[in-house]
């Protein structure tokens, strides 16, 4: 069992920035493909970053490229999304996942195991 608990959602002004924290527990952080992704209102869950175990990869969805990043400390076993420039758009309940079960980055929200509470980002306009 990987426990998953998200936090550093708010309300932020458009062009401002937050950072997402992902703590895991049951898991070493280091054994798992973790994903961030988000559900607006009458929306589909929607990828939006993923980490390989080993660190080597990341992919980040193109709506967000260029200004979020994700990233992981094993030292801490926590995950981490840094969103710089959000918009409207990008308001949302973020979830990170995590995926033990294949050591390869996925899009698809079917293909992670386990599921943290989500943290609301609201952007103001």
């Known amino acids: 069992q990987v426990q998953l608990v998200e936090s550093g959602g708010g309300l932020v002004q458009a062009g401002g920035s937050l950072r997402l924290s992902c703590a895991a527990s049951g898991q070493l952080i280091s054994n798992i493909v973790m994903g961030w992704f988000r559900q607006a209102p009458g929306k589909e869950r929607e990828f939006v970053a993923a980490i390989s175990r080993l660190m080597w990869n990341t992919r980040h969805a193109d709506s967000v490229k260029g200004r979020f990043t994700i990233s992981r400390n094993n030292a801490k076993n926590t995950g981490y999304l840094q969103m710089n420039g959000l918009v409207a758009e990008d308001t949302a309940v973020y979830f990170c996942?995590?995926?033990?079960?294949?050591?390869?980055?996925?899009?698809?929200?079917?293909?992670?195991?386990?599921w943290g509470q989500g943290t609301q980002v609201t952007v103001s306009s």
């Open positions: 996942a995590a995926r033990i079960t294949s050591n390869s980055i996925s899009v698809r929200a079917d293909e992670y195991d386990y």
